[in-house]
């Protein structure tokens, strides 16, 4: 059980425009998802928090009108990224949990190249 | 400030060896703490977690962690390697609270020799 999906796997865009990653909890309904981008040969670093239904809380530094964020249900969340740059490139990266003290399930993780 | 700390960056250990991942954690509650494993382009899957209770905590792959609140140690265990454990393994403190999320540490990238 507790199997996160994310799709695309792997996503190659120009310059400019916009990139939409989706994060689902196949088999739990998730209250909070987190996305999280990791650098080559780093540790994660937590780009925004969202609970259903409500805003994301974004981390100090993230963009928020850059990084969109939609939580529209329990199963699903998405990471938009507008007008994308190469500095954007990266491996995003979303977790889900149930409650508060729950474990974090992770996905497999989006590749993200802006040529 | 809450943190957590692998001091390795790099092991390198021999197949069928012991092994022992170091983290240290700073953190005033009763931490919640994980082990995550990465594989080289995707994403982190749980080996273990402690809560409360047995300080001694048994995960999946044969990996076991043990919490030592003296030392703010949560160390890694395997008593012997396989060539597939090599990949790049994460400690993590929940913070509870207000603040309501995982941090973790800069994670310690495992290889093993034949």
């Known amino acids: 059980g507790a199997v996160v999906s994310q799709h695309p796997s792997r996503v190659i865009c120009k310059s400019g425009t916009s990139v939409k990653i989706e994060c689902r909890s196949l088999?739990?309904?998730?209250?909070?998802m987190f996305w999280y981008r990791q650098f080559p040969k780093q540790s994660l670093m937590l780009m925004a928090t969202s609970n259903e239904g409500s805003k994301a809380t974004y981390e100090q530094g993230v963009e928020k009108d850059k990084f969109l964020i939609n939580h529209a249900s329990l199963t699903l969340s998405t990471l938009t990224v507008t007008s994308a740059h190469p500095e954007d490139s990266s491996f995003y990266i979303c977790?889900?949990?149930?409650?508060?003290?729950?474990?974090?399930?992770f996905g497999p993780g989006t590749r993200l190249t802006v040529l | 400030a809450q943190s957590v700390t692998q001091p390795d960056i790099h092991i390198t250990v021999s197949e069928g060896a012991s092994l022992e991942l170091r983290c240290n954690y700073s953190y005033g509650a009763t931490p919640y703490l994980f082990w995550y494993v990465q594989s080289p382009g995707q994403g982190l899957q749980l080996l273990l977690k402690y809560f409360s209770g047995d300080t001694l905590v048994q995960g999946i792959k044969g990996f076991e962690a043990e919490f030592k609140r003296s030392q703010s140690s949560f160390n890694l265990r395997k008593p012997s390697v396989h060539w597939s454990d090599a990949a790049e393994y994460f400690c993590?403190?929940?913070?509870?609270?207000?603040?309501?999320?995982?941090?973790f540490g800069t994670g310690t990238l495992l290889a093993v020799q034949p």
């Open positions: 088999d739990f309904q998730a209250t909070t």
């Open positions: 993590a403190v929940y913070l509870g609270g207000a603040t309501n999320k995982l941090i």
């Open positions: 977790s889900a949990r149930v409650g508060a003290r729950d474990t974090q399930y």
